[in-house]
């Protein structure tokens, strides 16, 4: 039995700490509300008082929201120089690829391993242990890490030896998921002012030209008019957006679509759908 902790239980957090406590691992857990915590300490899980606490453990993945919640709890805490030399933090979080290096580059001044390993996969993905794990670091450290994501994925892909290559995989994999809901909603309002059943129409889309659960998935929710419950939300979407739009930016390449989707995502926060799935966003039209 391998002890691990997971610091942030939300969404996504709380299925992958309780597929590690069934896989048998010694798993300690850290939440800032302790209502998440407590479900797993009632399945086995240990619960540590602390960040610090929690990263006593030889292996700790952390699976937090934004760039906020990675640098006020990692970076801002100073609670890297707490930690025992010789951990490995895997970082499942998608951050920028800035930060990313900022705190790659902290831990290592405090002898700490770090791993970035965001993943592809909504929460029911991640229920089932399926996840695709995007990971990038030392080889050894993702090694060390290896058994653990045989546990919450089914495949790891190891993309580079430094962590921001792994966030830059991953964000632009949502840019592209993001420019896929803009074209079906395009697509199926069009179908339907011809008159074309919608649901047929992403059915026949989906069965022949665009096979795939991103098509399949957010088309049968644009034809439902489906938003709730949201599995990843036009608020978190937005985030992943501008964290394009950044590194577009870093490396001068124009993301002229990116710019389109900017004004769409802006105008559903505006309209009041922030919660709901970032699918909605084919109800939009920028303004």
């Known amino acids: 039995m391998s002890s691990i ?27 800032r509300s302790d209502a998440q915590a407590e479900q797993l300490v009632a399945a086995g899980a240990r619960r540590a008082a602390s960040v610090a606490e929690a990263m006593h453990s030889p292996m700790v993945f952390s699976v937090l929201s934004d760039d906020r919640a990675v640098a006020e709890t990692f970076m ?12 490995v933090h895997v970082n499942l979080a998608t951050v920028s690829a800035g930060l990313a290096r900022r705190v790659g580059a902290a831990h290592a001044e405090s002898g700490i391993g770090y791993v970035a390993a965001p993943v592809f996969g909504r929460v029911p993905v991640a229920e089932a242990g399926a996840l695709n794990i995007l990971a990038a670091g030392e ?23 430094r962590p921001e290559q792994a966030n830059i995989v991953k964000i632009l994999g949502n840019y592209l998921i993001a420019c896929a809901i803009q074209s079906l909603g395009e697509a199926v309002s069009l179908a339907e002012g011809a008159g074309v059943d919608s649901g047929q129409f992403v059915e026949l889309l ?27 939300t036009t608020v978190l979407g937005r985030k992943d957006l501008h964290l ?4 577009a930016i870093d490396h001068d390449i124009p993301l002229p679509i990116g710019q389109l989707l900017r004004a769409v995502f802006d105008q559903a926060v505006a309209d009041g759908h922030g919660a709901d799935d970032w699918a909605v966003i084919a109800e939009q039209q920028p303004r």
Do not use: C
């Open 206 to 232: 989906t069965s022949t030209l665009f096979p795939g659960a991103v098509y399949a998935g957010y088309g049968s929710m644009i034809a439902e008019q489906r938003y709730q419950p949201a599995g990843f």
């Open 244 to 247: 394009a739009l950044d590194a």
């Open 139 to 161: 080889d050894g450290l993702i090694d060390r890490a290896q058994p653990f994501f045989d546990v919450i994925g089914s495949r790891t892909w190891r993309l580079g030896d």
């Open 5 to 31: 902790a997971v610091i942030g239980l939300g969404a996504m957090g709380k299925p992958i700490a309780r597929n590690l406590l069934k896989a048998g691992h010694d798993v300690v857990v850290w939440n």
């Open 76 to 87: 801002d805490s100073g609670v890297l120089s707490q930690i025992p030399a010789g951990t």
